[in-house]
């Protein structure tokens, strides 16, 4: 009792970058801290501000950021990312101490550290000049994560950009990976991008890294970088089992459509969801459509309002589709994910495979159609269908020929009651490294260690 008392006086600073899948992790971690009796401290930059109403025992602080939304406008979220940094390494020092001040009414000793996400680095300095622990939150795989490390050697010796004929060859020492899975992004320059993951990649002064993995899943990516890297890594995931239930979804979540898959048989339903970033075209939600439709199998499909260039929603949908349907489709605005997965009758998905949306749907031993777009989804795709071997992957245009293909494949074909198997026997990995005494849970404990001994 006295150690937990003594806890709630400790107060662990976030930092998240302002991106759903970066957000998300973030609040995850801080709701598992919480939970150990730390207080949490969120700074945020004004985009994609979280809802403080989900988290009520937060505290929420703005940082003053000033960025312009030309960038976000254009796309260029890279771009936009430096400019964060570049604006919040000037203020945060200031913002961090007054608030220090308005909460304790005396001096930084009660913050036992700064956690920030590896993309909004310039906490790392604030923390080294106010001789405060800092520690790094990594949100994507550890294997997306020794994929940038290889793009920016391969950028150095020459060999990016490659022509395509070079696509598909594998890359040195990243089996299965081919260059056309490097994390290559369609939301900045690559030299832009570069420079992101290359101030993101660096350790500095920072204590420690945060993995939201899992180490019966990662193993051999996790021993090597701990193997180039002189702190400890943590992989506690996945986060969102294991913090307590809470949402920080930036888009309002339509919890009809768990009536509706009530209604379906078991394992019958593919989910659609291609994440929070990714854009369609008006031809290429016309191929989903049909892809779906054609398929015969019930679909509920998450097509985000201004994610179709050219229409508010779903609007453009082509004529007949609707009719043709009937009430074997559902679609919705947004979702609520990590419910629609456990739901029994969902027994696949298609995703974009964002490291999140991965990990939701392992956890919950739901094969995967793979559809990446950017960054590190390609890697993980790779990985879902090539080892782990509980997903396909759609690599051409969506086209509704191969939609229909490769849905049917997933779920009607044996090859696709293969891949459940395999999902079901990983989920049981998942479970054994959560529960007390599994990998997880005594890295966590190791990791509350280390910020109470600071």
């Not at 888009?251 to 659609?272: G, H």
């Not at 398929?295 to 998450?302: A, D, E, N």
């Amino acid at each position: 009792m006295e150690k937990q008392g003594k806890r709630c006086l400790r107060r662990v600073v976030l930092v998240p970058a302002p991106f759903q899948g970066h957000i998300n992790p973030m609040l995850q971690l801080g709701s598992i801290l919480h939970s150990n009796g730390f207080s949490i401290t969120v700074f945020h930059a004004q985009y994609n501000s979280p809802d403080p109403s989900n988290h009520p025992d937060f505290s929420f602080i703005p940082l003053p950021d000033s960025s312009s939304d030309h960038n976000i406008l254009a796309g260029e979220l890279i771009a936009f990312a430096l400019e964060l940094n570049a604006k919040c390494k000037a203020r945060f020092p200031e913002c961090l101490a007054d608030e220090v001040m308005r909460q304790q009414g005396s001096d930084i000793n009660g913050i036992a550290c700064i956690i920030y996400d590896e993309f909004m680095y310039f906490s790392e300095e604030t923390a080294k000049d106010l001789n405060l622990p800092s520690v790094i939150l990594r949100t994507a795989s550890a294997s997306s994560f020794l994929t940038r490390t290889a793009l920016i050697n391969l950028k150095a010796e020459g060999h990016i950009p490659f022509p395509e004929s070079r696509s598909q060859d594998p890359v040195p020492e990243l089996y299965p990976l081919r260059f056309k899975d490097l994390p290559f992004s369609v939301f900045g320059k690559l030299d832009t991008f570069l420079q992101l993951i290359s101030k993101g990649s660096k350790i500095e002064t920072s204590s420690a890294i945060i993995y939201n993995t899992i180490d019966c899943l990662e193993n051999s990516s996790l021993a090597k970088i701990q193997q180039q890297c002189q702190v400890p890594i943590f992989p506690i995931g996945p986060m969102h089992r294991i913090a307590l239930a809470s949402s920080s979804s930036l888009l309002e979540e339509d919890t009809n459509c768990l009536a509706w898959l009530d209604k379906q048989s078991c394992k019958s339903v593919i989910y659609v969801s291609l994440g929070s970033v990714v854009f369609m075209d008006v031809k290429e939600l016309v191929e989903m459509a049909w892809g779906l439709a054609n398929s015969k199998q019930p679909f509920l499909w998450v097509v985000r309002p201004g994610s179709i260039r050219g229409a508010k929603w779903i609007e453009l949908l082509p004529e007949g589709f609707k009719e043709d349907i009937g009430e074997r489709g559902y679609i919705v605005k947004w979702a609520p994910q990590k419910e629609v997965l456990a739901h029994s009758a969902v027994g696949g998905f298609l995703s974009h495979c964002g490291w999140n949306s991965t990990l939701e749907s392992i956890s919950e031993g739901i094969p995967m159609i793979c559809k990446p777009c950017s960054g590190d989804q390609s890697a993980n795709a790779r990985y879902v269908s090539h080892v782990w071997r509980v997903g396909l992957e759609l690599e051409s245009e969506l086209e509704r020929g191969e939609i229909e293909r490769v849905v049917r494949r997933l779920m009607v074909d044996e090859e696709g009651k293969e891949m459940q198997k395999r999902g079901k026997i990983l989920k049981e990995k998942f479970e054994l490294c959560i529960r007390e005494g599994g990998s997880s849970n005594n890295f966590l404990k190791q990791l509350i260690d280390m910020i109470m001994s600071f």
